[in-house]
T-cell receptor, first 117, second 111 residues
Framework: NAGVTQTPKFQVLKTGQSMTLQCAQDMNHEYMSWYRQDPGMGLRLIHYSVGAGITDQGEVPNGYNVSRSTTEDFPLRLLSAAPSQTSVYFC????????????????FGPGTRLTVL | GEDVEQSLFLSVREGDSSVINCTYTDSSSTYLYWYKQEPGAGLQLLTYIFSNMDMKQDQRLTVLLNKKDKHLSLRIADTQTGDSAIYFCAVQGGGADGLTFGKGTHLIIQP
């Protein structure tokens, strides 16, 4: 298993440009999520999905769109990049999300470091 | 919503024990996690504890949970230079809205 993979590793954008951060997992996990990590802020949830075709907003969803057409993939779209979106983005997945058991444990990808000029 | 607090820095001497502390607010939290992040890398799951447990030991790692005080700690025995990283406490509240993370504790190892 490759686990959770993310591409690209690094990206520089100009203000107003759009792009898609890719996330894929090969563990047949139902739950997938996107977080952003900013210095001194910890990780904050952007969007999440509990299965193909189902997505919902997290704590900081503005400026981002997601879709989940397959179980494996959960791309994050920046529609019009802003300097405030400069951050490190992590994708995570888990087998379940409300079992109250260890299958809720989330596994993280290596991250995408995004700079918006 | 849930709030998770950690100290930002901890400095220890190589070979000593490190104790990283975390407090949280939501008493209905089910699972509590410790993740490790090395420089430039993603988050690595270190260990977790279920809310009905008081302690969990895994080799050099000991997790203690005081549910009454909503206090979680991670003890690393015989701290080595390879333990230098940021350690995140994270709390699973149940439901689909993911984990709530603390801001992370930078563990600094002195020779």
């Amino acid at each position: 298993n490759a686990g959770v993979t993310q591409t690209p590793k690094f990206q520089v954008l100009k203000t107003g440009q759009s792009m898609t951060l890719q996330c894929a997992q090969d563990m047949n996990h139902e739950y997938m999520s996107w977080y952003r990590q900013d210095p001194g802020m910890g990780l904050r949830l952007i969007h999440y999905s509990v299965g193909a075709g189902i997505t919902d907003q997290g704590e900081v969803p503005n400026g981002y769109n997601v879709s989940r057409s397959t179980t494996e993939d959960f791309p994050l779209r920046l529609l019009s990049a802003a300097p405030s979106q400069t951050s490190v983005y992590f994708c995570a997945s888990s087998y379940s999300w409300e079992s109250g058991g260890p299958t809720d444990t989330q596994y993280f990808g290596p991250g995408t470091r995004l700079t918006v000029l | 919503g849930e709030d998770v607090e950690q100290s930002l820095f901890l400095s220890v001497r190589e070979g000593d024990s490190s104790v990283i502390n975390c407090t949280y607010t939501d008493s209905s939290s089910t699972y509590l996690y410790w993740y490790k992040q090395e420089p430039g890398a993603g988050l690595q799951l270190l260990t977790y504890i279920f809310s009905n447990m008081d302690m969990k030991q895994d080799q050099r790692l000991t997790v203690l949970l005081n549910k009454k005080d909503k206090h979680l700690s991670l003890r690393i025995a015989d701290t080595q230079t390879g333990d230098s990283a940021i350690y995140f406490c994270a709390v699973q509240g149940g439901g689909a809205d993911g984990l709530t993370f603390g801001k992370g504790t930078h563990l600094i190892i002195q020779p």
